[in-house]
Each structure stands twice: as structure tokens, then as C-alpha cells.
């Protein structure tokens, strides 16, 4: 019964989209206003408990769901079957139309100053969009398709990669950022119909985007943390389509919503923040449309049909053209009179949107050009890593030192004068930090290297001395607060990225028990290997001790009998701990000899799972704020080898953990109640 | 490998007990937990113990991909991040588990060994695979966009910026 | 003028659309080979039921071949060999076949379970071959001319359709063709 009150209940949500889109714009009766807020929370609440349908669904093992059956087994405990519910494609479709309801509901609940023919197009508009996705879900891709097996016991389960405490956060963060760029959307295409756009719009605009900004800021964040830990190799951050498609609206809700700061507070570029909310949204649909309508994997995947597909681009491209054509019969309403100067807040906003635009450009490019190009039968190419860092990486640069300098200045106008005594300081701690840098690790000398420290120190002092200034001119507002702590979270960010850059190491090599094996100045040791069996998989578990190696003075003379791992001997991390013990100078006279201290034990398990045959490898991570340890347990070679993977990632933490700045920071912007002037 | 014996852990944790299993410990930290009478007792165990004979012990490179040199290490492992795996979804040689990927890694390894150019690896990859094995497009007529494109727009999107902020001054 | 000039970023959009929509009709996973039409790599290696005998690039002389790349571990070559069972006799092409990365033993026991339509099968059991043909998977199927040269590859397990449309055409003409 289950799978059909499911599907009630979605097509009573869909009904009552519909009746919403009927009501006549014109019409202006208070009830209709009334009706059009309840109606939107009746139809969230109707999917949230399709959506709960599904999950019961999946608690209850009800095998005769296809959704059910192609993504659970008996054996999966209950946390990952709740997950599930969106580990799939049809499921997390669902979850999209929930949360994008969520977003609904919300602005049905709180209008936030608009007016009430304002916040019924903004509503019209948001059940619009809300059907076309329940349509989608009910025509092509339900997720409660029944299906009769002729074996009771299914054959398949959640994919193994997903059975990770990571698919229950994950994809709802990131789909809650990602769906509510729709609001903006909704309102953006409300200011060209009426053809105004105030301050309260602005406002209560900046408040829907920011929180889907911040989501999203997040999600992604969560899921580089997941990839990391559930990959195995090391990586954060891998260009893949599929993180493109998060990073494009990300960005361009960066540039939204610091164009919106001069929309609120000085009435200007009206017409642009109405672009850069279609854009959003646009590319919300576009990274969707590359998720979820299979043109990245083979349609074969898909039993050659790719009607989700079909149906997803034209849904989309009816927006993108429908918003195109309203936009350019429209735009000339919002003309925005502001005058500025070159050296302006205004401008360093401006120039702000324009680099993120390039670098939206780059991500686009670099996702969809294989696309295009396999379309016209032209070629098959790949578009990755070295090619973001050619393109990307140089464009991304300059906007940080932008973001640096623009907090500091004037609207309106700033004089050339004060804006030099005003970064002048921070501008030369920073290069005298680098330089230091540079000077004492060899390791940091290359070009980029210099140039993203250089920029991260600059953010940060440039940011603490704002600190400093407003905190003695008591004037601290939380609002800016917030915008110091999220532009220091992107310093912390680029510093993490810069440092892990430069100094990861890793080795990958075969093991038996009781040898070890030294990275930097870890040195870890293999001492058991012990199988294990659980109800989803059987695998093995290795215990790994670490020590830190440390070394005296004259370790050099030692180097000739440490046989080819000598070469860590040199490296100058252990120069410089040599350097660092040898101040103590109370081991001046002895031999020189590498002191191992133990650090504690990393287990990584390696997974065999029945059901899909495959195999995973859960990584062992030993934190602390300066570097990770991470191993991970590789193949099999024979009875007693092992290949393990080592690595030592400094600062990786600090990549997340500017991401949660970030994210703390833009929520700390909406605890503010503003004055309404 | 295993230099030291289970006899030597236990002298080491004896050292500094505090430190075990807490993580690391900044080196200030460490030696202040040998300042004063530890003091003499390590120099006594670092002279028993650690004496040079015990690096004597002869190992093989454990390194699955061994070079002799650090400079080759690292040409190698970048050369690998270059490289798109054929059958999977968007995983460069040097991260992924599929058996081709493994196949190629060897390739690149036996050739960085000859000390072959990383031009003449590429060359080696394309001829067999094509353009697909490269993560950065060759640079071609229809690349051409790809790689222009972005820094056109930065180009217009600031000349275009000027004419914005020449409108707007209040002077003009 | 100016609501036409802010029209014509649409004209953009329809071309990615256009693009996004014949993707869909793509295999991504289906990579052109950059042999085609060059002659084919040498190689030696043992043939699969007399591993004493080294196969190399004469099997193909004067011949038009068809080039079966297939392994015992490979699910979708059993529903392809069901299918070259029964055309292999009729085609006027030989067909070699090329056993990637196996143990013999069950490369044989596959062979006499589902049929051998080869008339010789060359065994890679390290996949280092494989690489210079630039193979990355199980099935695939090379077409080769008189002269030595890749015509197609086909990536993926023959389908009838696959085969009338592609193969068959081409086998024509290869035959067609005079030295």
C-alpha cells in the first residue's frame, strides 16, 4: 500500500501546483493570496510524505518496489537504508522535488516584505517549477514502480561506495543549496514581469540566496571530505563532472550575492543581479541535466533510453529560453541611476562578478566541451585536472587579492591615497610573510606556490586589520563580522590547498607483516592483519602503528647505512627537525640517530562485497590540525604482501575547515535583524 | 625493514609516556619531556640500542613503482595525474583501481625507468588511445575555444567593465 | 535593436542544447581509435593451443581478417559468441581471435563450451600486446585489410544490427578492393 499512497500523494502535489498555476494573476482577491500560500504548503507536505513513503519503504524491505529492490538487501543496517532512499536516481529525483517544496513552503511562510503581487508571482513561479519536476518524477522516473521478482531475495544492494555515513548528509545538504537557487529564480522573474525592483526584493532575496549559498557551500564541502575519505587515494577535489555541476551555481551565487550587497544598499546594477539569479538557477538545471539524464555515463547504462534525458533538456531549455526572452523584453525596467567612481567599492563588486564569470566560464567550458565537441562528431577528448590548473587556477588568483582590497574601501569613491595607507600594511606583512615562506622550504619556491601564499597571507592580514579597526572604533556589526570570517575561511581554504599542494607525499608499497615503511617523518609499521566478516561484506583489516620519526644532529652520518630509504634522511622536513632538536643541544656529542615516538595505531580495512563483487577500501586517517596520515589498505599480491598505500597530507584539514568558515560565516550575515530604513 | 625489535618499542614508550597515543607532539614539547634526569638514561639506551650495526640490516625497496632518484618519483607520479584511466568515468591513472589503469602505470614506469622524455610517454599514450588519455586538450583548431575562451571573456568582461564605470562617473 | 541584441545570447543556448541533446544519443565510453587506417602494430605472440607456435602479423596477409578480442572473464563475450558461431562460417572474411589477459585453461574450456569460430587465436595473457592495439576492453572487434591495415573497430559485442550495418558493408569492399 505503501508505494501507492506514495504516489497520491504525489500526484495530489502535482494537482495542486496545477490549480496554483490556474489562478488568474490579475485577480486580486485577499483569499486568492491565502489560498496560493496554503496550497504551497499543502503541496510540500504532500511530497515530504511521499518522501516518507519511500523511506518507511525502505525500512520495511518492500521488495516489490524496483527502487527497493535494485538498492537494498536484507543484510544493509537500517541508517544505510534510509540513505538509500536517495542513493539512487529516481529517489534522489525525489528528494530534489521535497526540498525544492521545502524552499516553497518557506517562502510561503515568510513573505519578508514583499508585496503580496510580488509574492504571488514568486509563488506562481515556484509551483511552476515544482510541477515540471513532479512530472518528470512521475512520468519518467517514479520511485515507486512496483516490481513482481521471481526471486524473493535481490541480487543487488546499495552501491558499496555509498555505504557510508556520508550519503545521509551529503546529498540532502548539497541538493538544499542546489534547489534553492529556484527562489532567486522565481524572484528574478517576478522583478522583470513587474518591472521593479526595490531594496526590501533585495533584501528578502538576500536572505533566500544565502541560505541556499551557504547549504551548498556545505555541501560541497561534506562531499570533498566524503570523496577524501571514501576514495582511497588522496584526493579532495577531482574536477569530476559531477563536482563541476555543484561548483558552477556555487559560483555564480558568489558573484549574486556580492552584487546584491550594492543592489540592497545603493540601488544599483539592478539588471545584473536579475541575470546573475536566472544564471544560477540556469546552471542549477544544467548540473542537474549532467547528473541525472545519463549524458555523462552511457545511455547504454540506461537500456538505451534516454528519455529522462529528453525530458530533462526540454524542461530546461524552456526555461532558460522563456527566462532569456522575458529577460530582453524586460531588462530595460530596471534601469539603476547610481553613480561611482573607478575606485569604488562598486567597482572592486563589479570587477568581483566579472573574474567569477570567467571562471564560471572555465568550469562550464570544461564540463560541456567534450560534450559538444562528441556531438559534432568532431573528437573524444578529456578535460581535467591540468587544465583547470592551467586555466583556472591563474583566473582565481587575482580575484583573491581582489578580495582582499574591496572590503576595505569606500562606496562611491575612495582616494587612491587612502586606499594605499590602507593596504599598504597588510600588503607588506603579507610579502614579507611569503618571503620568509619561500626562504625557509624549498619545497614552496615554485610560482604558484609563492603566488597563492601570497594571496592567502594578504586576505588574512588585510581582513584582521579591518578587524582591528572596526573593533576600535567600536563599530563592529555582525554583518560585517560575518563577511571577515567567511573571506578569512577562503584565505584558510587557499592556504590548505597551497600547503597540501606543495608538500603531500605518498608511497605505495608492498607490506608483510611486521615491516614498516617511512613517509616524511612518519614511520608506519604493519603489525596485523585479521579478517573480517560482517553481514554486507568480508574483508581484511590492517592495524598499522605509526611513529614520528624525530633525529639528532648529526643523523647525516647515519644516512649510509639506512639503505634506499635514506633518501627521507634529506628531505627537509627531517632537516628541519634535525634543525629543531639540535636547538635543545643536549645531544650535541652523541652519534646521530633517527628517535622513533610513538603516535598510535590506523586501521584500514579492505572490503569485499558479495552481492556487487566489488571491492572497497575504507581508508584509516589519523588527524591533527597540521596533516593527515592516511592509509589505505590496496590489493592482495599473495599469501602474505599487501600493496599499501601511505600518504601524508599537511593542512588538508584546513581545506574543510575554511569551507566551514565559510559556511559559519554566511549564516552569521542573517542573524541580523536589518533596521528597515 | 623492521629495524628495531619489540624490545626497542618498549624502551622508546618508556622515554615518554605521556606522548603515546596522543598524537603528535610539537618538538619543544618532546624535549622538555627528556629534559632533566631522562636525560642520561636515553643517551644510555640510544648507545645500547640504536648503535649503527642495526641499520645494517639489508632490505629490499618495498616501493611498488621504485626509482633511485626523488626527481624521478616525482616526474612520475605527476605524469600519472596526466592521464585520463580509458574505462572509467573521470579517474587519472594514478587513481584508479581498474586493471588497464594498472597496465598503463607499468608502461609509464618501465619508461620513466629508460628514462624516457615525458613528451615521448605522451606520445607513446596518444598514438594508441588518442587525445582521450590527456586531462589537459591539446592545443587544435577545435581546442581552440576551449582553452581561449575563458580568458577572452576575463578581457571583455573588463573592457566592457571600463565602458560600465565610464558611464557612471559623475563627472562625465 | 537593443531587445535583439540581448535576444542573441539565445542563439548560444540553442546551440548548447543542440549539442546537450545529441549527447544524449552518444556513448561516452565509446573511444576512437587512432590506428584506423594505419597499418597494424607487430606483435608475436603464442598461439592459444600450441603455445610453442608465435602468431604475428602474417596471419593477416593477403587476407581480410576480423580481429575478436575476447577473455573467459568477460560476460558480455559469451552473448557475442553466440552470435559469430553462427555467421563466422558465411563471412567471407577469417576470423582471428585474440584471447586478452586469461588463463588457457579456461580460455579452452570457454572455447568448447560456447564454440570456436577462429581459425587462430593468439593469447595476451599479460595485456602488454593488448596496449600497442590499443585495446581497453573485452569485446572488441577490429576489421583488417589486405594490406595490413585497421579498417573499423567496433567496441562493444556484435549485434546483428552492428553487423549488417557496419560490417557487412565494409567486408564488401574490402573484398572489392584489388591489391
Not at chain 1, 267 to 287: E, P, R
Request: net charge positive; proline share 4%.
Amino acid at each position: 500500500m505503501l508505494a501507492e499512497w506514495g504516489t497520491l500523494f504525489l500526484a495530489l502535489a502535482l494537482v495542486l501546483c496545477l490549480s496554483i498555476l490556474l489562478l488568474p494573476l490579475k485577480y486580486s482577491h485577499p483569499n486568492v493570496h491565502l489560498f496560493l500560500q496554503r496550497a504551497t504548503i499543502a503541496y510540500s507536505l504532500c511530497i515530504f510524505l511521499a518522501l516518507g513513503c519511500l523511506m518507511l519503504a525502505f525500512l520495511k524491505y518492500d521488495f516489490t518496489l524496483w527502487s527497493v529492490y535494485s538498492n537494498a538487501n536484507a543484510d544493509l543496517p537500517w541508517w544505510y537504508r534510509l540513505g538509500a532512499t536517495w542513493g539512487h536516481h529516481e529517489g534522489s529525483l525525489l528528494l530534489w522535488c521535497a526540498l525544492l517544496s521545502l524552499w516553497c513552503a518557506g517562502v510561503a511562510l515568510f513573505p519578508r516584505g514583499l508585496s503580496q503581487k510580488t509574492h504571488r508571482l514568486v509563488l506562481s513561479c515556484l509551483a511552476l517549477l515544482e510541477s515540471g519536476f513532479l512530472v518528470f518524477l512521475l512520468l519518467t522516473s517514479s520511485p515507486f514502480a512496483r516490481f513482481f521478482p521471481t526471486d524473493v531475495v535481490p541480487a543487488q544492494t546499495l552501491t558499496p561506495i555509498l555505504q557510508d555515513p556520508g550519503l545521509m548528509f551529503h546529498p540532502p545538504m548539497l541538493y538544499l543549496g542546489y534547489v534553492g537557487f529556484a527562489v532567486g529564480f522565481a524572484y528574478a522573474v517576478s522583478a522583470l514581469i513587474e518591472g521593479k525592483l526595490d531594496s526590501s526584493w533585495c533584501r528578502s532575496l538576500r536572505v533566500w540566496v544565502g541560505l541556499s549559498w551557504a547549504f551548498l557551500t556545505l555541501g560541497i564541502v561534506l562531499g570533498s571530505w566524503w570523496a577524501y575519505r571514501e576514495l582511497g587515494w588522496g584526493g579532495w577535489w577531482f574536477w569530476d563532472p559531477v563536482e563541476n555541476a555543484s561548483l558552477m551555481p556555487w559560483l555564480c551565487a558568489t558573484a549574486l550575492m556580492h552584487s546584491l550587497i550594492v543592489s540592497e544598499k545603493q540601488q544599483a546594477f539592478k539588471a545584473w543581479v536579475v541575470t546573475l539569479a536566472l544564471l544560477c538557477f540556469a546552471l542549477s538545471l544544467l548540473g542537474t541535466f549532467l547528473v541525472r539524464s545519463g549524458v555523462l555515463v552511457s545511455v547504454h547504462a540506461f537500456a538505451s533510453d534516454p528519455s529522462r534525458g529528453v525530458f530533462l533538456l526540454l524542461f530546461l531549455s524552456a526555461l532558460w529560453v522563456s527566462s532569456m526572452i522575458l529577460f530582453a523584453l524586460r531588462a530595460h525596467h530596471l534601469k539603476s541611476k547610481h553613480t561611482f567612481e573607478l575606485l569604488s567599492r562598486e567597482t572592486f563588486l563589479l570587477l568581483n562578478s566579472v573574474v567569477i564569470l570567467s571562471l564560471l566560464a572555465t568550469v562550464v567550458l570544461g564540463t560541456v566541451y567534450p560534450i559538444i565537441l562528441d556531438s559534432l562528431h568532431s573528437d573524444k577528448i578529456s578535460v581535467g585536472m591540468p587544465y583547470y590548473n592551467a586555466v583556472f587556477v591563474p583566473i582565481a588568483l587575482p580575484l583573491l587579492l581582489l578580495m582582499a582590497i574591496a572590503p576595505l574601501l569606500r562606496w562611491k569613491m575612495q582616494s587612491l591615497s587612502g586606499l594605499i595607507s590602507k593596504i599598504g600594511w597588510p600588503f607588506c606583512c603579507a610579502v614579507i610573510m611569503t618571503l620568509i615562506v619561500a626562504f625557509y622550504d624549498s619545497q614552496s619556491r615554485a610560482l604558484w606556490a609563492i603566488a597563492s601564499l601570497f594571496v592567502a597571507f594578504f586576505i588574512i592580514f588585510a581582513t584582521l586589520l579591518d578587524l582591528y579597526q572596526h573593533l576600535r572604533k567600536h563599530a563592529l556589526s555582525l554583518r560585517r563580522f560575518a563577511m571577515i570570517l567567511a573571506h578569512l575561511g577562503i584565505a584558510i581554504l587557499v592556504l590548505g590547498i597551497s600547503i597540501n599542494k606543495s608538500h603531500s607525499r605518498e608511497r605505495q608499497v608492498k607490506m608483510q607483516v611486521g615491516q614498516s615503511v617511512i613517509l616524511a617523518n612518519y614511520r608506519f609499521t604493519l603489525e596485523r592483519l585479521s579478517p573480517i566478516v560482517t553481514k554486507t561484506y568480508h574483508g581484511t583489516e590492517a592495524l598499522f602503528r605509526v611513529d614520528k620519526v624525530m633525529c639528532v644532529e648529526s643523523a647525516r652520518a647515519e644516512v649510509r647505512h639506512l639503505g634506499p630509504d635514506a633518501a627521507w634522511m634529506r628531505r627537509p622536513s627531517i632537516q628541519g627537525c634535525i634543525h629543531s632538536v639540535s636547538q635543545g643541544s643536549y645531544l650535541g656529542s652523541s652519534a646521530g640517530t633517527p628517535i622513533f615516538q610513538r603516535l598510535g595505531e590506523i586501521r584500514s580495512i579492505n572490503e569485499n562485497f558479495d552481492i556487487t563483487q566489488s571491492q572497497i577500501t575504507k581508508t584509516g586517517i589519523q588527524m591533527t590540525v597540521w596533516r593527515d596520515l592516511y592509509i589505505a589498505l590496496g590489493q592482495k599480491l599473495d599469501k602474505n604482501t599487501w600493496i599499501v598505500r601511505v600518504y601524508y597530507k599537511p593542512f588538508v584539514r584546513w581545506i574543510w575547515a575554511g569551507g566551514i568558515l565559510v559556511f559559519i560565516g554566511i549564516l552569521l550575515t542573517f542573524t541580523t535583524r536589518r533596521k528597515s530604513p | 625493514m623492521n629495524i628495531f625489535t619489540d624490545a626497542h618499542y618498549q624502551a622508546m614508550n618508556v622515554f615518554c609516556p605521556p606522548c603515546e597515543n596522543r598524537g603528535p607532539v610539537s618538538n619543544r614539547h618532546w624535549i622538555s619531556a627528556f629534559a632533566g634526569r631522562t636525560k642520561k638514561i636515553l643517551l644510555i639506551f640510544l648507545f645500547l640500542f640504536i648503535s649503527p650495526l642495526s641499520f645494517a640490516a639489508t632490505q629490499t625497496n618495498p616501493d611498488v613503482y621504485a626509482f633511485s632518484t626523488t626527481t624521478d618519483t616525482a616526474r612520475f607520479n605527476t605524469l600519472l595525474t596526466q592521464f585520463r584511466c580509458l574505462v572509467c568515468q573521470n579517474e587519472n591513472l594514478a587513481d584508479s583501481n581498474a586493471a588497464i589503469a594498472a597496465d598503463l602505470r607499468q608502461q609509464i614506469y618501465q619508461r620513466v625507468l629508460q628514462g624516457q622524455s615525458d613528451e615521448s610517454i605522451q606520445k607513446y599514450l596518444v598514438t594508441r588511445y588518442g587525445d582521450y588519455v590527456l586531462f589537459a586538450p591539446p592545443f587544435k583548431m577545435n581546442t581552440t575555444a576551449l582553452w581561449i575562451l575563458p580568458f577572452l571573456l576575463l578581457t571583455g568582461g573588463l573592457l566592457s567593465l571600463g565602458i560600465v564605470i565610464q558611464r557612471r562617473r559623475k563627472n562625465t | 535593436m537593443k531587445t535583439m541584441l540581448r535576444l542573441s545570447p539565445i542563439l548560444l543556448i540553442f546551440g548548447l542544447i543542440a549539442a546537450l541533446w545529441r549527447g544524449l544519443y552518444s556513448n561516452p565510453k565509446e573511444i576512437p581509435s587512432p590506428l584506423l587506417n594505419k597499418l597494424t602494430p607487430s606483435f608475436e605472440l603464442p598461439n592459444l593451443f600450441n603455445p610453442q607456435e608465435n602468431l604475428n602479423n602474417q596471419l593477416f596477409k593477403d587476407k581480410v581478417t576480423i580481429l575478436n578480442v575476447w577473455a573467459s572473464w568477460c560476460a558480455a563475450c559469451v552473448e557475442e559468441q553466440m552470435f559469430i558461431r553462427t555467421i563466422a562460417p558465411s563471412t567471407s572474411a577469417q576470423w582471428i581471435g585474440f584471447n586478452y589477459k586469461d588463463d588457457r585453461q579456461n580460455a579452452m574450456a570457454w572455447l568448447n563450451r560456447y564454440g570456436n569460430p577462429y581459425s587462430a587465436i593468439a593469447a595476451d595473457t599479460q595485456g602488454v600486446v593488448a596496449l600497442d592495439w590499443g585495446i581497453y576492453g573485452t569485446p572488441e572487434t577490429f576489421v583488417i585489410d589486405r594490406k595490413d591495415r585497421i579498417r573499423y573497430k567496433h567496441i562493444g559485442p556484435i549485434t546483428f544490427a552492428d553487423w549488417q550495418k557496419d560490417f557487412v558493408p565494409l567486408l564488401a569492399k574490402l573484398n572489392g578492393e584489388v591489391d
